[in-house]
């Protein structure tokens, strides 16, 4: 896990890339996912910071996974392709599923996850994008 440390740059960058989309992403896409509310400015607040804090945590954990799996990806199949293709193998493989299950285990709409599992897809996206244009570093040995 020494990457991330030599890495800490281009993760942070792509994980504030994720969040800047995932704001527009949930604005443009569900206005109720953004709505103020109710409960008083105050809890109103206090909610939107940990949600923040828990995005934030969240997205620069993907950040680094898919850093991890550009570094190990063979260079022989091209950066941006293995950038593109390592982050929908994740998508699918790992973000989608759980998404779907959790979803229908509350018992939400199909919509909510197909919105849900749009944001998760273009965050690793972006991030792949960023973290290839940035550039990664080796760790040493």
Known sequence: ???????????????????VFGVG???LVDRAAVKPSSDGLADGLAKLTVSAASAFIAEAWFASILAGALILAPPEAGRWTMAIGSALVI????????????????SL?????????????????????????????????
């Open 91 to 106: 998508w699918i493989g790992f973000i989608v599923p759980v998404l779907l299950v959790t979803h229908r285990t509350r």
């Open 25 to 27: 992403y949930y604005f």
């Open 1 to 19: 896990m020494i990457y991330i440390l030599t890495n800490a740059y281009p993760i942070l960058a792509a994980t504030l890339a994720g969040l």
């Open 109 to 141: 709409l199909a919509r909510a996850a197909l919105i849900d599992c749009g944001h998760w897809l273009g965050v690793i996206v972006i991030q792949a994008l960023v973290l290839q244009t940035i550039g990664l570093q080796l760790p040493t040995a």
